[in-house]
């Protein structure tokens, strides 16, 4: 489908291939070029703060979503996404350069993939996660009535301090939705 833009833009501007190609895949993937060299890892805590609150039926779902439950002459949903997941996860992590947006393709197919759990589980999954959502709740309004007592640079304390009320914002919303969240299970 892109080809014949492709064949246009090398027409106009003869570098295209090398930069678009070469440099901008091959060598971004293969090399420190850019200077965005992360660990192998570095996309481990990337999937687990991408998949907040969600974080427990993500981690059943990639635990469990490569089994087959079919026939073999059958298509089977779950195992095509667990693959989808997987592929695009090793393929980035093993590149040399590493940016967070990367592994962006694997969350449509990762939520697919939570969401055809088994019923009990879903609700199983929701119950914990509300449970998960006051405690983190609980905890940011915690942190943002004890702000000023961890603010003793008086140069940084004026910059900080600005954040106790979305401190205290995300931890009200945190609250309402995890008791929101338990309300439905119930």
């Given at each position: 489908i892109a080809l014949p833009w492709c064949v246009l833009m090398q027409r106009h501007v003869p570098q295209f291939f090398d930069f678009f190609?070469?440099?901008?895949?091959?060598?971004?993937?293969?090399?420190t070029i850019?200077?965005?060299?992360?660990?192998?890892?570095?996309f481990i805590p990337v999937l687990a703060a991408?998949?907040?609150?969600?974080?427990?039926?993500?981690?059943?779902?990639?635990a469990s979503g490569w089994r087959v439950a079919r026939t073999p002459s059958e298509f089977d949903a779950r195992a095509f996404l667990w693959v989808w997941c997987v592929i695009v996860?090793?393929?980035f992590s093993m590149s040399d350069s590493k940016l967070i947006p990367y592994?962006?393709?694997?969350?449509?197919?990762?939520?697919?993939?939570?969401?055809?759990?088994?019923?009990?589980?879903?609700?199983?999954?929701?119950?914990?996660?509300?449970l998960g959502l006051v405690m983190t709740g609980a905890l940011l309004a915690v942190v943002a009535g004890l702000l000023p007592r961890f603010l003793h640079d008086?140069?940084?304390?004026?910059f900080f301090i600005q954040l106790r009320l979305p401190l205290l914002l995300m931890?009200?919303?945190?609250?309402g939705?995890?008791?929101?969240?338990?309300?439905?299970v119930e």
């Open positions: 190609f070469v440099r901008e895949h091959f060598q971004r993937f293969l090399t850019e200077d965005r060299y992360e660990p192998p890892w570095f991408g998949s907040l609150p969600w974080l427990l039926p993500a981690g059943r779902a990639l996860f090793v393929f592994i962006l393709p694997l969350f449509p197919a990762l939520a697919l993939l939570m969401a055809s759990a088994q019923a009990e589980e879903l609700r199983r999954d929701l119950k914990r996660t509300g008086p140069v940084r304390a004026a931890g009200l919303i945190c609250i939705g995890g008791f929101l969240a338990r309300g439905k």
